[in-house]
Each structure stands twice: as C-alpha cells, then as structure tokens.
C-alpha cells in the first residue's frame, strides 16, 4: 500500500481541488442573471426557435458518431499488432492486412454513399 500512496493523495488532492472551485464560483461568483444570459448562443446569430420537444437531429449527425467509433475501435486493434509484430512474422502480416483490407472497403462504401461530405 505505501508505493501507492503518493497517488491516492494526488487523487484526493486534485477531487478536493474540483469540489472547491465549484463551491467557489457558486459562492463568489456574481448573480446578475438576465435575459441574455439566460439565452441559448449559436456563435453569434440569433438563435432558432426550438419545438416543445426539442426537435429533431438529421440522421447524419449518428452516422458521423458510428463512423467516428468504427475508425477508433479499427486504431484500437492496431496498437497490439504494432507492439508484438516482430513475434507473429507473417501470420500477423496477413491477418492485419484482412482486417485493414475489410475497413477500407467498409471506408470506400461510406465515401461512395457520401457519408463524409458536410451539406
């Protein structure tokens, strides 16, 4: 227990940090509230009126997220290939151009059907 001391304090000491400063800001923290501040921002423009509600997304914006996880969880299984190459010779050469080869064909597919293009 005595080697991991030092990051149970770092740990306690950086929770005691966050609690505080939220504490903090709501304490000190001026409390002029008003109408703009209280109002929605969009970079500047007049914000859209939203429905009761809270209207609807497009599609794409999930399809950009699944592509999104699709990719990460595709660089995920490239760490461990990358680490141990050396040992798995030409098996692990092959079965990592498979599975590249499969994503890749799976990225063309969404390019062709312009899931990467912002309308």
Known sequence: MNPYLPIL???LLAAAFAVFSVVA???LG???YNRA???????GIQPTPQPVGGGRFP???????????VFDIEIIFL?????YF?????????EMALFIGTVFVAYVY??????LEWD
């Not at 599609?59 to 996880?69: D, E, G, H, R, S």
């Not at 050396?86 to 092959?94: A, E, H, P, T, Y």
């Open 110 to 115: 969404v390019w062709r059907r312009g899931g």
């Open 9 to 11: 304090g770092l740990g």
């Open 59 to 69: 599609v794409k914006y999930y399809i950009t997220a699944m592509l999104f996880i």
């Open 37 to 43: 501040k209280l109002d929605s921002y969009e970079c």
């Open 30 to 32: 001026p409390k002029r």
């Open 86 to 94: 050396d040992q798995m010779k030409l098996f692990g050469l092959i």
């Open 79 to 83: 760490f461990p290939w990358a680490v």
């Open 25 to 27: 800001s709501s304490l």
